[in-house]
């Protein structure tokens, strides 16, 4: 999925803010995706993230 996505953004831009709304839970791998959006904020841009809580159980993140 994360090549998929890649493929229908536009790389070269970087964003004020990203928002995912109970998304995160549902990702096969979170890491890759944070690791692009990372890429595609500005250097002071914000990435909010909202989840239910008990939904986001992958081992090694601490809230």
């Given amino acids: 999925m994360i ?3 890649r493929q229908i953004i536009y790389l070269g831009k970087k964003y004020d803010l990203l928002t995912a709304t ?3 839970e549902h990702l096969d791998d979170p890491l890759d995706y ?4 990372e890429n595609l904020l500005k250097d002071d841009g914000v990435l909010s993230i909202m989840t239910k809580p008990g939904n986001f159980k ?5 809230f």
């Fill in 3 to 5: 090549a998929f996505i």
């Fill in 22 to 24: 109970e998304v995160v």
């Fill in 34 to 37: 944070f690791s692009l959006f």
């Fill in 58 to 62: 992958f081992p090694g993140f601490v």
